[in-house]
């Protein structure tokens, strides 16, 4: 018999605008370090930009021993990196970038975005690596909106990032069988997930309202979950969540700024690494 987690603590994503950029962030907030694996959350938007504008203002900056999952809800995101790599996704697209050795990255608008305006909303998620593969080559996946299966009942669409939904397969395969979708739902649709026990289970509702395991959560809101094995989510009114699980990883975070290891002494060294140009590893695109 199946038992539903419970939700022990709902945490506000908390304002923290970057230059014009609106931004909220549940994880890491003051009530939550991070939900196991999945480490850190910016919503950017929804907000529309005028023609003539600036676009996003992620730079070139360094990564490593992690990996970074962003869905692009609205609006086009740009993508270049040190191993000469570029994209630009689309809306309903997703980019999953496994800094791994380290990686130099800018995630930009693309010029067209700049000259003519219109809505943006992304979701970035920072997902852990265990030690064995914190130093792994780079990797660079991005998929449009059509590459991504999509599995729809009753008024609800699961688009599968990653993992397997019910026999089928996500667009991009995780390296520590990570479970990834985002979901539109309609208001009165329901899903349900099971075989979760022992996994770090993540849930943030980006818009609309959502029961979870019959605790009302609202958007810009991340649940947090007890112990079970199984999750229930129904939909008061139209809304989009973001959820997924993946194993736990049992040792100790050090993070600084654009890098997470197990040691201070790894952490100076990622400085080091970059600092001597050494960010810049071939990437296998997917």
């Known amino acids: 018999m199946s038992q539903p987690k419970p939700v022990l603590r709902l945490h506000p994503a908390e304002r923290d605008d970057i230059a014009d950029l609106v931004t909220r962030r549940p994880v890491p907030g003051r009530g939550i370090n991070n939900v196991g694996a999945f480490l850190f959350l910016n919503h950017h938007g929804p907000q529309t930009y005028k023609p003539g504008n600036r676009g996003l203002p992620f730079g070139p900056h360094p990564h490593r021993g992690f990996e970074t999952v962003t869905f692009i809800l609205e609006g086009d995101l740009a993508h270049r990196d040190s191993a000469g790599h570029e994209s630009i996704i689309s809306q309903g697209g997703v980019q999953w970038m496994t800094a791994g050795s380290g990686l130099v990255h800018e995630e930009v608008s693309p010029e067209a975005f700049k000259r003519n305006g219109g809505p943006m909303e992304i979701l970035q998620l920072w997902v852990n690596l265990p030690s064995k593969l914190k130093m792994v080559q780079p990797r660079y996946v991005g998929v449009q909106a059509d590459q991504i299966p999509v599995v729809e009942s009753d008024g609800m669409k699961l688009h599968l990032v990653s993992g397997d939904w019910q026999g089928t397969a996500g667009a991009i395969e995780s390296l ?111």
């Open 176 to 286: 520590t069988g990570v479970f990834m979708t985002w979901l539109e739902m309609k208001a009165g649709s329901r899903i349900a997930f099971d075989a979760l026990a022992g996994r770090d289970v993540f849930a943030y509702v980006a818009r609309g309202e959502v029961s979870i395991n019959g605790t009302a959560v609202k958007g810009f809101n991340l649940a947090e979950l007890g112990a079970g094995d199984s999750v229930e989510l129904v939909a008061g009114s139209e809304a989009v969540v973001l959820f997924g699980h993946a194993e736990p990883i049992d040792e100790p975070i050090v993070s600084h700024g654009p890098f997470v290891m197990n040691t201070v002494a790894e952490i100076h060294e990622a400085y080091a690494d970059y600092q001597a140009g050494k960010f810049s590893a071939p990437v296998n695109v997917g």
